[in-house]
């Protein structure tokens, strides 16, 4: 398998109604039966543009999920909203987010304190895979394997400079992917060494 990074796609080729090929800008033809395009997705916030919201690659809310308009709330894969775990500013397109943007909106909405800061995590069952990631890899320097490709059971630690874990990728390794949210959570620092022991159970490496 070859993986192409960096690649600008000039055209597809094809015959008799049916895809043959990539061409690339450089030139190169990728023959091929099959092309998959993923091309993301974009915000709908066109009604809350007409509204005067601010917007900026979706609806900006802080971390009651208050619009510029303090008395409209916005939540979900439309918003842009803080990270304070990361310092930054993200458009998250998920569940979770969705839910724990619920639980901001409802608690200043109700005068109550706020929830605790979440760790951002997402998942995928494809098949016989269970996919699940907490956090998100920025400024990562280093990816840390633990346990066995080979065994389809494994996961990957994205590690700062530093060795603070900013995410994990958890193939098959609920346990992994549980206490990495935690340590992820906690902006613990880690060794390689010490993610790739696997006599060090997570709950271990999480305390």
Not at 121 to 133: A, E, G, M
Not at 147 to 153: N, R
């Amino acid at each position: 398998m070859t993986i192409e990074t960096s690649a600008d796609v000039e055209a597809l080729t094809g015959a008799d109604g049916y895809v043959t090929g990539v061409r690339l800008a450089d030139g190169r033809l990728i023959a091929c039966d099959a092309v998959l395009v993923g091309v993301g997705a974009v915000a709908n916030d066109e009604l809350a543009r007409a509204a005067g919201l601010a917007c900026d690659g979706g609806i900006v809310v802080d971390l009651a999920t208050r619009t510029n308009d303090p008395a409209i709330y916005a939540l979900g894969d439309c918003t842009r909203r803080p990270l304070p775990l990361y310092e930054r500013m993200l458009r998250l397109e998920s569940v979770p987010n969705a839910l724990e943007q619920a639980k901001q909106a409802a608690a200043a909405i109700c005068g109550m304190p706020p929830p605790a800061p979440e760790v951002p995590w997402f998942w995928s069952d494809q098949y016989d895979l269970r996919l699940q990631i907490a956090g998100i890899p920025f400024e990562a320097t280093e990816i840390v394997l633990r346990g066995s490709l080979e065994e389809g059971k494994f996961a990957l630690f994205h590690l700062t400079a530093d060795g603070t874990v900013q995410a994990v990728e958890a193939v098959n390794a609920p346990q992994e992917f549980m206490g990495g949210r935690r340590i992820i959570g906690k902006r613990k620092r880690l060794s390689a060494a010490q993610i790739r022991d696997m006599s060090l159970t997570m709950q271990q490496l999480a305390v």
